[in-house]
């Protein structure tokens, strides 16, 4: 867990400290309910919709079409950016919840996505509906987000790969991953975590199970699905296979891949 929460405090002062504040421009009255708190539009730029950026500096600097409801953290403490400063992303419907959540943002975020403290900080790929939810889980990632994937803490922190609909769930699920992640796969804590390969539908369930594997091929449909299942496996791995519960006496994953 301390690397996690070192991610996470390197993050806060990333957010703290490295946003630089632009020129002031002169903003026309807001639509009801939007632009709550101090500075909350100084310098927006982007069009807004009604009870959005709220909260202190909540749209400072924002170049971005604001929707409905979206961009708000009321509780945004002093000396810390507010939930969409400088972002320059479209931003759906009741999107980007919580302090410093698309801080930064340069990509366009679906409909009650982007949910959680820095859940999008400095996050440059496209987010579907309700994906990236949790805090730091899509910081500085850069890979295209499905619907309802990358759910929980630092689930995608820094993911470079495409990740399916509903895939990417549990802790670090798919922090530092490199290859395109299709639908229903990588769930579990540190399920994807540095995975280099491909991994095909419906595979990588369980802590660890995928975790560092496929560095010389793609993981198959429906393969590595168990605790440790193929950790640190080079690939490639077939459809169907290295499916199970780890070894009872070693703890060994089924496929796992253990240096002699």
Same mark, same amino acid.
């Given at each position: 867990m301390a690397h996690q929460s070192r991610a996470l405090?390197? @993050? #806060? @002062?990333? #957010? %703290?400290?490295?946003?630089?504040l632009l020129p002031a421009v002169a903003l026309a009255a807001p639509p009801a309910g939007s632009c709550i708190g101090v500075d909350a539009c100084t310098g927006n730029t982007g069009s807004l919709q009604t009870d959005a950026c709220v909260g202190a500096r909540a749209c400072l600097n924002n170049a971005g079409s604001i929707n409905k409801k979206a961009c708000q953290a009321p509780d945004t403490p002093v000396g810390v950016g507010g939930v969409c400063q400088q972002n320059t992303g479209s931003v759906g419907v009741g999107a980007c919840q919580g302090i410093g959540a698309c801080s930064v943002n340069q990509g366009a975020?679906?409909?009650? %996505?982007?949910?959680?403290q820095l859940a999008c900080l400095l996050n440059r790929g496209a987010v579907g509906e309700g994906a990236c939810v949790g805090p730091g889980v899509c910081s500085g990632n850069s890979g295209r987000i499905s619907k309802h994937a990358c759910q929980g803490f630092l689930a995608c #922190? #820094? /993911?470079h790969g495409t990740v399916g609909e509903s895939s990417c769930v549990g802790e670090s699920a798919c922090q530092? +991953?490199?290859?395109t992640i299709s639908k229903n796969s990588c *769930? %579990?804590? $540190?399920?994807?975590? /540095?995975? *280099?390969? +491909?991994v095909s539908a419906g595979s990588c369930h369980?802590?660890?199970a995928c975790e560092s594997a496929g560095s010389d091929g793609a993981i198959g449909t429906n393969a590595c699905n168990g605790d440790g299942a193929c $950790? /640190? /496996?080079?690939?490639?791995?077939?459809a169907g296979t290295c499916n199970g519960d780890p070894n009872p006496i070693t703890g060994v994953g089924v496929c796992e891949f253990v240096s002699p």
């Open positions: 405090v390197a @993050l #806060l @002062l990333i #957010l %703290g400290l490295a946003v630089m975020v679906s409909k009650e %996505g982007c949910d959680g #922190l #820094l /993911n530092d +991953n490199q290859g *769930q %579990g804590d $540190f399920a994807c975590q /540095n995975t *280099q390969g +491909n369980g802590e660890r $950790f /640190n /496996n080079p690939g490639p791995i077939a």
